[in-house]
């Protein structure tokens, strides 16, 4: 199965399979535009710590890990999130606070203490995977809330869906609807070979053991 | 071990040193972009006014401390210059209206100081004055000369005029744009809670509607205007160059004022009495069948009623009639006070020869009373509790009903301005008073 990288990538998902990211995945997939907003954030935020964490990882001693990965992760956070303010004064608007939460958010330290050490190469492109799995799961969920709640994709209206919308769906509620339905399908591809899958998973569980307090979302 | 804390503790001061001075960059570049991006935002409203505006300087901003500005009203939120010298926009927010929440608009005043847009972007009262009301505001300088109230939404209708007024005195006590000259037609209409009380609501506002000229030739009329109560008509009219306001009551009786607010009434060109009487009487609502049977039942079946003459009555008294029963004599009024929303209260009071109240009764007590249910109104007790009462007796505070308190204020309008008539048509026989 390994070689099957799309049942792999699909797997190790970190919002559908992980559950990391789930706060944003909620509050942000109320439609398409911010879920790829919230997405696109994530993905930059996680390359470029990655690719940080990479380089300095040696010159880190264990223990410091953890703090520094936080704050390379919150540094950029903080970069994306004047950059968005500047140049994408709507979308920005539409994160309200989860943009400034996930810098405390594990898919960033799973994936930037992943990075530690690792090859260059390797920890970009792991967390590129990463960020594009998780720009994926967040469109699905924000697309399917959007054209089902609100009748309107991307802001367009449907109209020819307007007298079938189901409003709950844009709701916090429909929001846990969606996501559960959307794991529920996930773990028919995965088949409980996610137990069996080293690295990233491993880690982020290792995280939470060593800071429960950080998943209060 | 100790050269590994050290280690760790020097990694994370570098790496806070490095993001701390790329954030700092990062927040030099980005500022300026925000700060603009959210100064663009604010002054979308004045661009909404102002289109063809090419940028604006903020002179006063009621939540910034520092402008040069002075004498700024409270309802003034914001003045703004536009930056190649079109004018001013202003940011407005009064709670003078009905709800008492606030209403909000913004308006362009150009470099003549006319209002060359005007905007409405809050409005919490449930009556609206109609879109093309704020309209009737563009042109219009200071003065606002050919601007009225709405008729029915008085409340909101002047907050929103007045709001523009203290916008153009913050303009004009700063110098920024001229006053502008009031009509002769808007000074003659000022007299008019003067010589015409029996047109003006709780507020001292008179309430009139500009009625059109037909059904002839007019010579001297410039402009007619109803009584929203139905009592009457106050006319604009000019002979040579000289502007008159002349008023009609509702039995046509009329007179005339010059823009001193002398009356002229016997010395004004008789032509122009005639024509402003001739109209007045051509269309004035007739009350007369109405008030008789009314005032008939109060007193008997039977009781025969004389209209009695009412020409020095400009209040609210419609109408006067000497009422006969039998060998009794009493005096049968009606009047028509502004109760709630600006409704004529429509009161029938009939006194004895003395002057006291032997009966009264009203068309309806409670304008609009499905809007109120806070009032508890036994109507005969009421009624009654009016009987015997003299100009003497009379204070008011007889006619008031807790929760319904602007109708009963019209009642008690109606009850002193019936006093005063009666004084006049019975102590002078309706001649002078």
Same mark, same amino acid.
């Given at each position: 199965?390994?070689?099957?990288?799309f049942?792999?990538?699909?797997?190790?998902?970190?919002?559908?399979?992980?559950?990391?990211?789930?706060?944003?995945?909620?509050?942000?997939?109320?439609?398409?535009?911010?879920?790829?907003?919230?997405?696109?954030?994530?993905?930059?935020?996680?390359?470029?710590?990655?690719?940080?964490?990479?380089?300095?990882?040696?010159?880190?001693?264990?223990?410091?890990?953890?703090?520094?990965?936080?704050?390379?992760?919150?540094?950029?956070?903080?970069?994306?999130?004047?950059?968005?303010?500047?140049?994408?004064?709507?979308?920005?608007?539409?994160?309200?606070?989860?943009?400034?939460?996930?810098?405390?958010?594990?898919l960033?330290?799973?994936?930037?203490?992943?990075?530690?050490?690792?090859?260059?190469?390797?920890?970009?492109?792991?967390?590129?995977?990463?960020?594009?799995?998780?720009?994926?799961?967040?469109?699905?969920?924000?697309?399917?809330?959007?054209?089902?709640?609100?009748?309107?994709?991307?802001?367009?209206?449907?109209p020819?869906?307007?007298?079938?919308?189901?409003?709950?769906?844009?709701?916090?509620a429909?929001?846990?609807?969606?996501?559960?339905?959307?794991i529920?399908?996930?773990?028919?591809?995965?088949?409980?070979?996610?137990?069996?899958?080293?690295?990233?998973?491993?880690?982020?569980?290792?995280?939470?053991?060593?800071?429960?307090?950080?998943? =209060?979302? | 071990?100790?050269?590994?804390?050290?280690?760790?503790?020097?990694?994370?001061?570098?790496?806070?040193?490095?993001?701390?001075?790329i954030?700092?960059?990062?927040?030099?570049f980005?500022?300026?972009?925000?700060?603009?991006?959210?100064?663009?935002?604010?002054?979308?409203?004045?661009?909404?006014?102002?289109?063809?505006?090419?940028?604006?300087?903020?002179?006063y901003?009621?939540?910034?401390? =520092?402008?040069?500005?002075?004498?700024?009203?409270?309802?003034?939120?914001?003045?703004?210059?536009?930056?190649?010298?079109?004018?001013?926009?202003?940011?407005?927010?009064?709670?003078?209206?009905?709800?008492?929440?606030?209403?909000?608009?913004?308006?362009?005043?150009d470099?003549?100081g006319?209002?060359?847009?005007?905007?409405?972007?809050?409005?919490?009262?449930?009556?609206?004055?109609?879109?093309?009301?704020p309209?009737?505001?563009?042109?219009?300088?200071?003065a606002?000369?050919?601007?009225?109230?709405?008729?029915?939404?008085?409340?909101?209708?002047?907050?929103?005029?007045d709001?523009?007024?203290?916008?153009?005195?913050?303009?004009?006590a700063?110098g920024?744009?001229?006053?502008?000259?009031?009509?002769?037609?808007?000074?003659?209409?000022?007299?008019?809670?003067?010589?015409?009380?029996?047109?003006?609501?709780?507020?001292?506002?008179?309430?009139?509607?500009?009625?059109?000229?037909?059904?002839?030739?007019?010579?001297?009329?410039?402009?007619?205007?109803?009584?929203?109560?139905?009592?009457?008509?106050?006319?604009?009219?000019?002979?040579?160059?000289?502007?008159?306001?002349?008023?009609?009551?509702?039995?046509?009786?009329?007179?005339?004022?010059?823009?001193?607010?002398?009356?002229?009434?016997?010395?004004?060109n008789?032509?122009?009495?005639?024509?402003?009487?001739?109209?007045?009487?051509?269309?004035?609502?007739?009350?007369?069948?109405?008030?008789?049977?009314?005032?008939?039942?109060?007193?008997?079946?039977?009781?025969?009623?004389?209209?009695?003459?009412?020409?020095?009555?400009?209040?609210?008294?419609t109408g006067?009639?000497?009422?006969?029963?039998?060998?009794?004599?009493?005096?049968?009024?009606?009047?028509?006070?502004? =109760?709630?929303?600006?409704?004529?209260?429509?009161?029938?009071?009939?006194?004895?020869?003395?002057?006291?109240?032997?009966?009264?009764?009203?068309?309806?007590?409670?304008?609009?009373?499905?809007?109120?249910?806070?009032?508890?109104?036994?109507?005969?007790?009421?009624?009654?509790?009016?009987?015997?009462?003299?100009?003497?007796?009379?204070?008011?505070?007889?006619?008031?009903?807790?929760?319904?308190?602007?109708?009963?204020?019209?009642?008690a309008?109606?009850?002193?301005?019936?006093?005063?008539?009666?004084?006049?048509?019975?102590?002078?026989?309706?001649?002078?008073?």
């Amino acid at each position: 199965m390994k070689d099957n990288k799309f049942r792999a990538a699909i797997a190790k998902n970190p919002v559908l399979a992980l559950f990391l990211g789930a706060c944003p995945a909620m509050a942000l997939t109320t439609g398409l535009i911010p879920a790829l907003g919230i997405g696109c954030a994530a993905l930059l935020v996680l390359v470029l710590s990655a690719a940080v964490m990479s380089l300095l990882g040696k010159a880190i001693p264990e223990k410091a890990r953890v703090p520094a990965c936080i704050l390379v992760v919150a540094g950029f956070v903080s970069i994306v999130q004047l950059f968005m303010n500047a140049f994408l004064p709507a979308v920005y608007g539409m994160m309200g606070i989860y943009l400034a939460a996930a810098a405390v958010n594990l898919l960033f330290f799973g994936a930037a203490e992943e990075s530690c050490g690792a090859g260059f190469g390797a920890a970009l492109g792991r967390s590129f995977m990463t960020g594009l799995s998780f720009v994926l799961a967040l469109a699905v969920m924000g697309a399917i809330r959007e054209v089902f709640g609100s009748a309107s994709i991307a802001g367009v209206a449907l109209p020819f869906l307007e007298n079938y919308k189901i409003p709950f769906l844009t709701q916090s509620a429909g929001g846990f609807v969606v996501f559960a339905i959307l794991i529920a399908v996930i773990n028919c591809f995965d088949r409980g070979e996610r137990q069996a899958q080293p690295g990233f998973a491993a880690a982020a569980a290792g995280l939470v053991d060593a800071a429960p307090a950080g998943e =209060g979302e | 071990m100790k050269k590994d804390n050290f280690k760790s503790a020097l990694a994370l001061i570098l790496i806070f040193a490095v993001f701390a001075l790329i954030l700092a960059g990062v927040n030099v570049f980005t500022a300026p972009i925000i700060e603009s991006n959210g100064s663009a935002q604010e002054l979308a409203p004045l661009l909404s006014v102002m289109p063809e505006a090419k940028g604006f300087e903020t002179l006063y901003d009621v939540n910034a401390s =520092g402008s040069t500005l002075a004498e700024v009203p409270e309802t003034v939120q914001g003045i703004y210059a536009e930056t190649s010298g079109l004018g001013y926009a202003l940011r407005l927010s009064t709670t003078q209206g009905y709800t008492g929440e606030p209403i909000e608009l913004t308006m362009a005043v150009d470099a003549e100081g006319k209002i060359s847009g005007i905007e409405l972007t809050a409005y919490p009262d449930s009556k609206d004055f109609g879109a093309e009301y704020p309209g009737s505001f563009l042109g219009q300088d200071s003065a606002m000369a050919e601007v009225g109230l709405v008729a029915g939404v008085t409340y909101s209708s002047k907050a929103f005029k007045d709001a523009v007024s203290d916008g153009f005195a913050a303009l004009i006590a700063n110098g920024l744009v001229g006053a502008g000259v009031k009509s002769d037609a808007q000074l003659l209409l000022e007299q008019l809670p003067a010589v015409f009380p029996g047109m003006v609501n709780a507020e001292g506002v008179a309430q009139y509607e500009e009625r059109e000229l037909a059904g002839g030739e007019f010579t001297y009329i410039q402009q007619v205007m109803k009584a929203a109560n139905g009592c009457g008509f106050a006319y604009v009219a000019a002979d040579g160059d000289k502007s008159y306001l002349a008023v009609c009551n509702a039995q046509g009786a009329c007179r005339v004022y010059d823009a001193e607010g002398a009356d002229v009434t016997g010395s004004v060109n008789p032509s122009l009495l005639e024509e402003v009487t001739a109209d007045a009487a051509a269309n004035q609502e007739v009350f007369a069948e109405r008030e008789m049977s009314r005032l008939g039942k109060l007193v008997a079946e039977g009781a025969e009623l004389t209209a009695l003459p009412l020409d020095n009555v400009f209040s609210t008294v419609t109408g006067a009639y000497l009422i006969k029963d039998g060998g009794t004599e009493y005096y049968g009024f009606s009047a028509r006070a502004l =109760g709630y929303s600006n409704l004529p209260m429509i009161c029938y009071f009939v006194l004895d020869g003395n002057g006291a109240i032997v009966a009264m009764t009203a068309e309806e007590f409670i304008l609009m009373g499905d809007y109120f249910t806070d009032y508890e109104l036994d109507e005969a007790q009421y009624k009654a509790g009016f009987a015997g009462l003299t100009a003497d007796t009379w204070t008011g505070e007889q006619a008031l009903i807790s929760g319904a308190t602007v109708s009963s204020n019209a009642v008690a309008d109606a009850a002193t301005d019936v006093f005063d008539a009666f004084k006049t048509v019975t102590e002078n026989g309706g001649e002078g008073q």
